[in-house]
């Protein structure tokens, strides 16, 4: 008999179903016996008259929360029962895995007049049995949203005649800047975990692919502690040829941005709203749009925000905070794209103005930076020449042959999926990531 999704249940009144999945609740008394079965999609309550079912009685004996069952059974309609008005009435019930006392309390529980109050643990607690941790609805509900998410950026991108790549994560040099990287033993020599699919992304526009995208890891060697660093994620990168301006990236990653909004909101939305007290929202198009001095102006004159003239060629984290009360504001919106970096706070590769100025933007959502995009210098001589000023040229000088037998105009970005998912839940990035990596943290 093949299994059925308990989600399933309702459609299967007066039929002989076979169900699975971990025990939710379990209430034992001498009659009767009282189990609450949940699968990825929802719970059944299975009832059990022991002088009836004996040998169900005897299988069950002992069973423990969180064990895994499997349950063949009548579905019966039943108006007291909680769970949807229908329960289960066994035939047969097998004990798949018998379950320890947990290590860990996922939820809070208040106290009752027979028991004390239980505390949560600790997030890093969690952490350690982090596959125990993620049993929980609201954490099932992070994932089943996540994947929802990347589908649909998928999707718009698929609409938009773009090819999807996977580029190489061990590589030869530092994507960027020569910091930041891990440095990895490669047979005899030394190779580098990519903190970027940069490089290939723009051999890809060389190659003549035109517009492409990649979802995979990503690596940065900081030591950062706080709530929305790691040093592995899962990074959703763009890159397209043949553009006029680096508007035309913004402009496209709005879009997409907004699609994958409106179907979460669509899926999801009430269940976010129900279980984490945040809304979804999805945003009206086109997104504003700030120069960075234009920005510090705005922070100083209406939130006394001040920083030395020496910081005002990148945003500080406070000020991306801040832009959040900025654009609410001004705008009634929760993105916000900010222009007009210092070249030095830029990596080489953006392409400049006739001033010197960057074409590229960051893009802030809820006060948090979740990408940086630029139209990309394509044109040999002038990114040899910057690379060169910023002391890389011989570190990336299989990266620069990609410019010197042709190659289109283009742009891109990098949005980041976990820092995304932590600002749709508003919760820190550990909570949000199926295994968090950090620089004290390398299991499970």
Known sequence: MDRIYIRDIANAAGKTVKVQGFVDNYRDSKAMAFIVLKDITGRLQITVEKEKLPAVAEAISG??????????????????VKLGGRELIPDEIIVESLAEALPIARKSIPATKKKQAVERSSIDQRLDYRWVDLRTDENQLIFKAQTCMINALREFCLKKNFMEIHTPKLIAAASESGADVFEVKYFDRNAYLAQSPQFYKQMAMASGFERIFEVGPVFRAEKSFTNKHTTEFTGFDIEMSYINSFR????????????????????????????????????????????????????????????????????????????????KKHYGHEFLFVTDYSADKRAFYHMRDEKGMPMGYDLIWRGTEITTGAQREHRFAQLKAQADEKGLGEDVKFYLDFFRYGCPPHGGFGLGVDRLTMLLFGLPIKECMFLFRGPNRLTP
Not at 63 to 80: F, H, K, M, Q, R
Not at 248 to 256: I, K, R
Not at 286 to 315: N, R
């Open 63 to 80: 069973l423990t929360p969180d064990s895994v069952i499997t349950a063949v059974g009548t579905v019966i309609e039943n108006e007291y």
């Open 248 to 327: 035309d990236v913004m402009a496209f990653e709005a879009e997409l941005l907004t699609y994958g909004l409106t179907k979460v909101k669509e899926a999801y939305g009430k269940e976010i709203e129900e279980m984490f007290g945040i809304p979804v929202v999805v945003p009206t198009l086109p997104f504003p749009e700030v120069k960075l001095a234009d920005l510090y102006q705005g922070l100083e004159e209406e939130f006394g925000y001040t920083v030395p003239d020496s910081e005002k060629g990148d945003l500080t984290t406070d000020a991306e905070h801040l832009s959040f009360e900025w654009v």
